[in-house]
């Protein structure tokens, strides 16, 4: 149990009672099929890491929980179950609730295998960083921020959140024509931001 984080423990802990379970699960079998895993914590969240590269992460939140691949955008897909849309909720198992919403565990196990295949290989993945026009651009409204303040959970999954997803709710918020409109859409925003989605979540 020396590569089990405490800080994960405590995770687990604090988490509701609907998610433990899914937590448990994923953290076992993360470890059944990568016995070199190295569990750390980073965004406020478990992750797994593998021959220094980052492998998956898990997240909980109020009603659901969320899995994902560091690589899911390389990577083979042949059980047509990773979602990579850049719009969708954190995470690329979609929304879990329960137990009976994750692939079976053989399939997973394969997908982490597969995960592992690329830090083997040394396979890294572009990611494009904003060019320093961009984070000017993208600097969070005084407003938005003391909004945040008062919602500690929002604030963290904010701050993890992508450029992307982060430009998109700042988008809509200076869009709003009257002052009324964005104060409505920074309460739904503060709501969604907590459960860990995208401002087009939906679509």
Same mark, same amino acid.
């Given at each position: 149990?020396?590569?089990?984080? #405490?800080?994960?423990?405590?995770?687990?802990?604090?988490?509701?009672?609907?998610?433990?379970?899914?937590?448990? /699960?994923?953290?076992?079998?993360?470890?059944?099929?990568?016995?070199?895993? %190295?569990?750390?914590?980073?965004?406020?969240?478990?992750?797994?890491?593998?021959?220094?590269?980052?492998?998956?992460?898990?997240?909980?939140?109020?009603? /659901?929980?969320?899995?994902?691949?560091?690589?899911?955008?390389?990577?083979?897909?042949?059980?047509?179950?990773?979602?990579?849309?850049? +719009?969708?909720?954190?995470? /690329?198992?979609?929304?879990?609730?329960?137990?009976?919403?994750? #692939?079976?565990?053989?399939?997973?196990? +394969?997908?982490?295998?597969?995960?592992?295949?690329?830090?083997?290989?040394?396979?890294?993945?572009?990611? #494009?960083? #904003?060019?320093?026009?961009?984070?000017?651009?993208?600097?969070?409204?005084?407003?938005?921020?003391?909004?945040? =303040?008062?919602? +500690? %959970? $929002?604030? =963290?999954?904010?701050?993890?959140?992508?450029?992307? /997803?982060?430009?998109?709710?700042?988008?809509?918020? %200076? %869009? $709003?024509?009257?002052?009324?409109?964005?104060?409505?859409?920074?309460?739904? $925003?503060?709501?969604?931001?907590?459960?860990?989605?995208?401002?087009?979540?939906?679509?």
């Amino acid at each position: 149990m020396s590569n089990h984080d #405490p800080r994960i423990d405590a995770y687990i802990d604090k988490a509701a009672d609907f998610a433990k379970p899914i937590i448990i /699960h994923l953290r076992e079998l993360i470890h059944a099929a990568c016995p070199d895993v %190295e569990e750390t914590w980073k965004w406020s969240f478990p992750v797994f890491m593998y021959k220094g590269g980052m492998l998956c992460n898990i997240a909980a939140f109020k009603k /659901h929980c969320a899995f994902g691949f560091w690589k899911a955008s390389i990577m083979p897909d042949p059980d047509n179950i990773l979602t990579i849309a850049d +719009k969708a909720a954190m995470g /690329h198992l979609d929304k879990i609730e329960k137990l009976q919403d994750l #692939p079976k565990d053989s399939i997973l196990k +394969k997908y982490i295998k597969a995960a592992m295949k690329l830090n083997d290989e040394g396979v890294t993945v572009a990611r #494009p960083k #904003p060019t320093e026009k961009e984070k000017k651009e993208l600097q969070v409204p005084d407003y938005f921020t003391k909004e945040l =303040k008062k919602n +500690k %959970e $929002a604030e =963290k999954i904010f701050n993890a959140f992508s450029y992307s /997803h982060k430009k998109e709710y700042i988008q809509w918020f %200076e %869009e $709003a024509k009257t002052e009324p409109t964005r104060n409505k859409r920074m309460a739904q $925003a503060l709501e969604w931001i907590a459960e860990g989605k995208g401002r087009n979540w939906k679509y």
